[in-house]
Structure formats: structure tokens, C-alpha cells
């Protein structure tokens, strides 16, 4: 089954009865899976999603729910994922039998890093797509940055930007799509008509190497203890406040936009549990802490913050008032942030 190409490389005709996933970027794998829901819905009303589990459900488990009615029809989609668990060599010959005649009423979507190609994908693009989600080569990728950053974040980039983007996220397409929307925000904060994301925008907001230390500072802000967070801002300025007044803003600023994303996400019907992975935040302990924070704020309160961080930005950049004054004025709004 042919399907048209768009910014996100693969566009789902609504058509598909099943959907393999497969490749190692996971930003793919769920970018995918979210436009064949959105399509889905537009086209048949409310849509039921049922996830499982490759490792700890049966086909068997699966391709019932798949043939499944509820007592008021309406389309579901069946998502499993490491699917390739799932379609083992005893289990093809049962998945080979449902591609060879799927439910009508149920899209089902197998989601996997590794995949075993056989005979079961000849007859899936009979009746649905094999897509790969692998990574994406650098002119690709800057021309995929340019169309996400207008269809997503509803703002442009310069394409110096999107090469330099994209050469600091090593081609990640997560992280690189959690930067968008950073700078994004960042592009429009002044209000107004949005201005592209610029080079310079890319080169002092996006971190770059040795920043090891100003980056350290965001599981302290994590904390709510206003204590805490001026004692360890106090030390990391001791040595050598000039030169780390800057960074320190640039984690900031990352955190809360991190902060943002994350609480949006929840908004938009996320688990927070899944928020670590999908925002690409390392280590666990400070994406447990994002997520504790965005499921008991609101989009509005957290977008209104990060604003505030690339203003306190700005103004250190521009030589208003005391850096240090502003800095540590910031880093509490953090504690006020986690009350």
C-alpha cells in the first residue's frame, strides 16, 4: 500500500490494518503512531487505543483484542511494543494467518527497535506499511528540522541554525525536537511577530561541551528547597562568577523549558512515567523530577516561567542590574515552582 511523503518522511493513509514500526529512533516510532491516531480520529470519531507489551503478551492476547467488538462500534488501534518479541518464529505462522485477513475495525501497529524481516512483511504491505525510523542522514534531517520547527512549533529556522542543531544533538531527532520547542518559545518571548531561530540563538541557548558543572546545578533547582538551591548556587559562583553566570542561565533556561514540554505532554494525555523517555532527559533522577513537577502544573504557568528565565537571560547578556542578583533571583522562582 503506497503512501504519500510528507516533512515526517511517512504519512499513514488511514487505510493501513497493520503498521510495523521498526528502527532505532524512537522519536519516529512515536511521531508515527501519533499520526496515524490523529488521522484515525479525524476520520472515525473517538478512537480506543489498546497497548501491550511484546515481552508479556501473547499473540494470541493481541489478535483477540484486534477481532474484539465493543458493545458501541468504533475503531481501536492495537499498539505493541518490542513487537519483535512478540512475532517470534512459533507465533509467525498465527500473525501470518491475521495479516492474510485483518479486522476491518482495528488498526494494529507494531512498534520495535529490532525487526526479523520475513514472509509476514510481504503481506503486511499488502494491507498496511513496513516503516523504517532509523536515523536520519544531515540534509535530510535539516530539511525535516526546518518543516517541524513551522508545522510544530509554529516558528522557522535559519538553516545554519538547523545544521548546527543538529551536529550538537548528534542527529537525535528527540532532543533535537525538545530544542525546537525551546527556542521556539525563546524566538517569541518578547511577544510580537516570531523572528527564525537563528545561529546565535542555537549557539547560546542549546549547551555545548564542558558545561558540566552549571549543568550539575539542575537537580539541585529539582529540589524545591530554597536553601539548598542558593547554597549550591552560591558555591558553583565562588571560583569564578563571571564566566559561569552564563551557563548557569543556559541550564536554567533548558530545565524549564524541559519542565514546559514535559508538563504539555501531561496536559495532552501522558503518563508522566513516559515523560523521561520522551524528552530524551538523563540521569533518571532528574527526569522523575520533571515529571513529579508536570503532573500538578499547567502549560500556562510553566510557559510563563520559561519566558521569564530567557528574559533574566537577556537582561545578564545586556549588563542590567547585578548578574548574580538576577541569577539567584531566577533559581528561586524554581523552589516557588515545585510548592
Known sequence: MASKRSPTLWSPTG???IIVLQGPDAFLRSEYAAAVRTLLTEREGEVDVIRFDGQSH????VLDECRSFGLMQQHKIVLVDQAD?????????????????????????????KWNRGKLDALITKVGAVVPCKPMPRTEGIKWMAARTKSA??????????????????GDLGRIDTELAKLAVMATADGGKAR??????????????????PWDFQGPLLSGDASQIVRHLRRLLEDNPKDLVVPISWAM?????????????VAGGMSPGAIGGRINMWPAEKAQG??????????????????ECVRNDRAIKSGL??????????ALGFARLGR
Not at 58 to 61: E, H, P, R
Not at 162 to 167: I, N, R, S, T, V
Open 321 to 330: 542590574g547585578k548578574p548574580t542578583d538576577r541569577i539567584e533571583r531566577v
Open 153 to 170: 512549533h509554529k516558528a522557522s529556522i535559519e538553516p545554519s541554525a538547523a545544521g548546527e542543531l543538529f551536529d550538537r544533538m548528534d
Open 15 to 17: 487505510d493501513e490494518r
Open 253 to 265: 533556561i533548558d530545565l524549564a523549558g524541559n519542565i514546559h514540554q514535559a508538563t504539555s505532554l
Open 58 to 61: 501473547s499473540a494470541a492476547d
Open 290 to 307: 520533571v515529571a513529579r513537577l508536570a503532573s500538578r502544573l499547567t502549560p500556562g504557568r510553566t510557559l510563563e516561567f520559561y519566558r
Open 196 to 213: 527564525a531561530i537563528t545561529l546565535a540563538d542555537v549557539l547560546s541557548q542549546s549547551g555545548s561541551k564542558g558545561l558540566d558543572k
Open 85 to 113: 518479541q512478540l512475532v517470534k518464529e512459533h507465533n509467525r505462522p498465527l500473525m501470518e494467518r491475521y495479516a492474510a485477513a485483518p479486522c476491518d475495525a482495528a488498526t494494529l501497529i507494531l512498534r520495535s527497535d
